[in-house]
């Protein structure tokens, strides 16, 4: 019922969804299980902003995960578990059992105080408890905010203090790849500065010693041992939030996303069935981590609530060597395949030997997210991964957008080498001009906005609604718009150009140039410093930074190490710099504005074009940030 069938189908609902957006989402909303259905199905400003959805609506996502799905699908399997060990006996969770878990941890949240509305930080591997923690605080209406367990102490202490969290659930280390990591010990040095937290709930996963500060810290399975498996769902308006998810922006400091539970749970599902084409019986995989909005919404929400099969990896692509992939996919006869550009093009630079093992003909459906996909990636990976008889989903999308707005549906509409294609029913994107004028027809090229509300939607930043409004709907006049450039081609296809302000995509994770330059001025000898991003082969784009320090007899080698320490404990290895050159100054405006275009043109090794430098502050400068990039 809720899924688009044909071509036909998808022409006939997207122009439903554009003239009757309200008809069009009740009837998608409906097929929901509703403790008390809503009184209106949207009411909207993008000025404030302010945006209601299924106002009035009372639900539990959980109860449409389980109470919804058990009947037919009780013993069906919910979440298979890879282990970052081939060797290691994979588990298999179905929906009864992922139930039990999810009420009885539920049961121990609240015995140690957790309610509804208080905040609780997930910092964890991937292994199935970690979507338990996360439907667990759904159930009783406590708002979960995952953190990347990559991310460091100093990065974890500022998220638990920005939402004034009162526990952190994590596990004692974590296994990836070759390593095996510390988790706690993570933990127990952020715990040092945060001011809210009062409990901290740790799974024991790969038994390394850990130190439990007695009163505040427990082991996960003492706090399970007694709990009862049976938990009422927290009925929830449509608008209490559901998580919140910290990403970058332009300033030097993350936001919290807010989503909440009502539109978010109706778009999840309705993206993820639509896009994937999920069939019952279909085994799903999608490799992101559940610290981003890949893992919330297309490991955990989308596909439960499709009562789907999800695969969940604990390891890393290239572990124990770079046929993992395919040896996962063809061990749980994996039908569709999620993935990010980068890790397609880091397999891809080992050739098609890893591949020669595997058949890889469960396959049905291929998918892309997170970056732009470059033509000979997506070849690469339609060609020997889907064999070349899989449609390949290019799907774009935000954390701030909580589901896939542009991209192909699976088998439905057409797929075009690095296009994501078509806006999803219900989506109304739209490319603007420097003043914000909509740019219609084919063959146009300018910035990316959405005209109109949609579900999952972000709904503010947490704690500060005045920045939600400055970061997406300052910047043109009654518009939400995405940060990113893009074209309309001349078949009417949406091609994404990327990041059209200050914020870089490195892998695939998103970071904030001034987070990334706020991290490096915390070094002692750091003056000045201007992060910029650059073309990388297989990260996308890597990060270039240009420091000026204080170099006082030390050399340049040192220091530049030292840089990416700082970096490494202040944000994570995820923000380490690829290239550091230390320079004696910035180029600079009269009004002391840097000049990152003439940056970003030395770090992409093109100075052919740098324009008119005469104006600059110190023009002379950019002769010798030239000869210290080796130009
Ligand atoms: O620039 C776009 C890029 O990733 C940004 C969003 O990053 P994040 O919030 O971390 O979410 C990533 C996963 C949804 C976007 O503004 N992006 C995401 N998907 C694509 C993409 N760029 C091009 N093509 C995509 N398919």
């Known amino acids: 019922m809720l899924k688009v069938q044909s071509l036909g189908g998808y022409i006939h609902e997207y122009q439903k969804s554009v003239t009757q957006p309200e008809i069009f989402w009740d009837r998608i909303a409906e097929s929901f299980h509703w403790k008390k259905k809503w009184d209106k199905t949207v009411e909207w400003e993008f000025k404030t902003p302010d945006v209601k959805w299924f106002v009035n609506g009372k639900l539990n996502i959980t109860e449409n995960i389980f109470e919804r799905n058990l009947f037919t699908l009780g013993d069906a399997p919910a979440i298979i578990w890879e282990a970052n060990e081939p060797g290691e006996a994979s588990v298999t969770l179905t929906y009864n059992a992922l139930f039990e878990k999810v009420c009885t941890f539920a049961n121990a949240l609240k015995a140690k105080g957790i309610k509804k509305g208080d905040r609780v930080i997930i910092y964890m591997p991937m292994v199935p408890e970690a979507a338990v923690a996360m439907l667990a605080c759904a159930r009783i209406g406590a708002i979960h905010s995952v953190v990347f367990a990559g991310f460091s102490s100093s990065a974890l202490a500022d998220r638990c203090n920005d939402c004034q969290a009162k526990m952190v659930i994590t596990s004692d280390g974590n296994f990836r790849g070759t390593k095996s990591i510390p988790v706690k010990a993570v933990v127990d040095e952020a715990l040092e500065t945060t001011t809210s937290i009062e409990s901290v709930i740790v799974l024991e996963r790969t038994k390394i010693d850990v130190s439990l500060k007695e009163g505040r810290d427990f082991w996960w399975h003492d706090v399970v041992a007694n709990a009862s498996s049976e938990c009422p769902a927290e009925i929830m308006d449509s608008e209490d939030p559901l998580f919140i998810l910290y990403t970058s922006g332009s300033t030097g400091k993350p936001k919290g996303v807010v989503h909440t539970c009502g539109g978010y749970m109706v778009y999840t599902q309705y993206s993820f069935l639509n896009v994937f084409q999920y069939a019952p019986g279909d085994v799903y995989w999608c490799t992101a981590d559940v610290g981003w909005i890949t893992g919330h919404s297309y490991i955990v929400y989308g ?329």
């Open 303 to 631: 596909p439960l609530l499709s009562g789907a099969t999800t695969l969940m990896f604990e390891g890393v692509p290239t572990y124990p060597n770079a046929g993992r992939f395919w040896e996962v996919i063809d061990k749980h006869k994996v039908n569709q395949f999620y993935t990010a550009p980068t890790a397609i093009r880091a397999l891809q630079a080992f050739g098609l030997e890893p591949l020669e093992p595997y058949k890889l003909d469960s396959l049905k459906v291929i998918g892309s997210v997170g970056e732009p996909i470059n033509e000979e990636a997506w070849h690469w990976y339609h060609t020997h991964i889907g064999k070349g008889n899989c449609p390949l989903v290019d799907t774009w999308w935000q954390t701030e957008t909580g589901g896939i707005m542009v991209s192909a549906l699976a088998g439905i509409t057409p797929n075009k080498p690095a296009h994501a294609s078509l806006p999803l029913p219900g989506i109304q994107p739209i490319i603007v001009d420097p003043d914000g004028n909509e740019i219609t027809g084919n063959n146009v090229q300018g910035n990316l906005c959405i005209k109109y509300p949609w579900p999952s939607m972000i709904r503010t930043t947490y704690g500060d609604h005045d920045r939600c409004k400055q970061e997406y709907f300052s910047t043109y006049e009654g518009l939400y718009f995405t940060g990113d450039g893009a074209k309309r081609d001349h078949d009417g296809y949406i091609r994404i150009l990327g990041r059209v302000d200050d914020v870089i995509n490195v892998s695939g994770h998103r970071m904030g140039t001034a987070e990334v330059e706020n991290a490096i001025n915390e070094h002692p000898l750091v003056v000045e410093s201007a992060v910029v991003g650059y073309p990388h082969d297989i990260k996308g784009q890597g990060i270039y930074a240009y420091v000026i320090c204080d170099m006082e007899n030390r050399s340049e080698a040192s220091l530049v190490n030292e840089i990416r320490q700082t970096v490494t404990q202040i944000i994570g290895p995820i923000a380490k710099p690829d290239a550091i050159q230390i320079v004696s100054g910035l180029p600079k405006t009269r009004s002391g504005k840097i000049m990152r275009r003439i940056l970003r043109k030395v770090a992409e090794k093109d100075i052919s074009n740098l324009g008119d430098t005469s104006t600059l502050l110190n023009p002379d400068v950019v002769d010798e940030i030239i000869k210290g990039a080796g130009l």
